[in-house]
Each structure stands twice: as C-alpha cells, then as structure tokens.
C-alpha cells in the first residue's frame, strides 16, 4: 500500500488565489519531509526540507514567502502556494524518508494548474 | 552545466529487447545512486539504488556504476509493455547515516515497449 499520500492531486485556481497541499507519512513517523516540483519533461527539483517543529529549510532560488511549509506534526507537512500565477502551474510532489529502511518514499503528487 | 545529465529520449523499443538507459554526473562527492520509475501522472517510485561503484542486479533489471567516469547506467533485460514509464536517475553525497531526502535528479527518458 502506499507509504506517501498526498492531497489533492489536481487543483486548478485562479491567479492570485492560494492553494494548500498535503503531504501525510502513512506508515511511520517523518521528523523530515521533502518538497519537490516538476515541470513538463524536466527533473523533479527539490524545493525545500520540511522539519517537524521547526522552519523549512529552502532551496536557493525559492521563495519561503510564496511557498509556505508547514510541519505541524510527525505525519502531516503541507505545502501553500500563495498568491499563484499562471508560472506556478506545476507537479508538486512530496516525500518522506524512511531511516530504518534507508529510502524516500514519493506522493503521487499535486498537479496545479493556474489560469 | 547540471550536475545530472540525462538524454530525455524518447525512446521506443519492441518487446523483448534490452534497454539501456544512462546518466552523467559532474560531482564527484555522489555517493549513492538510485534509478526511479516515474507512470503518467504519477509520483516517482525506487527501482534500484547503489553505493558506489559496482553492479546491481534485480530481476531484469541491472544497475551499474562507474563513479571513474562518473556514469550510471540502467539495464532491462526482456522489456516488457509494463516497462513503458519515464526513468530518472538521481544520486546523493549523503550516507545512509544521514537523510537521503535530498537527491539530485536526472531529466528522466520516456521508453515506450511496444508489443
């Protein structure tokens, strides 16, 4: 079954409007969480590190007050888009690392769209 | 010039036939290295994973690194329709001590196995 879900996985908004995605850890507790976003036939780039309790740790080159993260427990981090424009559209995607078995679980990602 | 290099293909093949898929790298610090399968719409999911140099095999599917030349290859053997996917390979400079979560990503090949 799957490790990662992850919620909704398509939204469409309107520009200047904000969307929330969840990423939820199924199976066991994830002090981190990971943020990724993928564009058509590009590589998934990672956006930011997603710390239980404390502030994400951002990229370079991505806004923190554009995409907001939160990780407000062991199983839920959830990933805001504010203010979208049409440049956002994109495949978020999240994932968990499982330190007993040394991998990263992926979601089945978020496919925004804004018009 | 990106870390991770990755021929987007497309690449169509008959059933049956061998596949061989690659990337290069420029940072020597990679030390693990994983191919991902990646279905339309859909989050990525782990095939294989190495450390360092050497091969890996795993049904009909061998992972080989070359950290020399800084090259990593994916072999299917038998291909199958199933196999149609995107395949990316990423790698990391993390050990398994640490998080894995931040991974470095190829642009993915398309590979298409027509019946």
């Known amino acids: 079954g799957a490790v990662v879900s992850q919620h909704p996985s398509r939204v469409i908004c309107k520009s200047g409007t904000s969307v929330k995605i969840e990423c939820r850890s199924l199976d066991f507790q994830a002090t981190t969480m990971f943020w990724y976003r993928q564009f058509p036939k590009q590589s998934l780039m990672l956006m930011a590190t997603s710390n239980e309790g404390s502030k994400a740790t951002y990229e370079q080159g991505v806004e923190k007050d554009k995409f907001l993260i939160n990780h407000a427990s062991l199983t839920l981090s959830t990933l805001t888009v504010t203010s979208a424009h049409p440049e956002d559209s994109s495949f978020y995607i999240c994932?968990?690392?499982?330190?007993?078995?040394?991998?990263?679980?992926f979601g089945e990602g978020s496919r925004l769209t804004v018009l | 010039q990106k870390e991770v290099e990755q021929d987007p293909g497309p690449l169509s093949v008959p059933e049956g036939a061998i596949v061989s898929l690659n990337c290069t790298y420029s940072?020597?610090?990679?030390?693990?290295f994983m191919w991902y399968r990646q279905y339309s719409r859909k989050g990525p999911e782990l095939l294989m994973y190495?450390?360092?140099?050497g091969n890996k095999e795993d049904g009909r599917f061998t992972a080989q690194v070359d950290k020399s030349s800084k090259y990593i290859s994916l072999f299917i053997r038998d291909s199958q329709p199933s196999d149609s996917a995107t395949y990316l390979c990423?790698?990391?400079?993390?050990?398994?001590?640490?998080?894995?979560?931040?991974?470095?990503f190829g642009r993915g090949t398309q590979l298409t196995v027509w019946p």
């Open positions: 190495t450390y360092s140099s």
């Open positions: 940072n020597s610090a990679f030390q693990y």
């Open positions: 990423a790698m990391s400079p993390a050990d398994r001590g640490s998080t894995l979560g931040r991974l470095y």
């Open positions: 994932s968990v690392y499982d330190r007993l078995k040394g991998e990263l679980f």
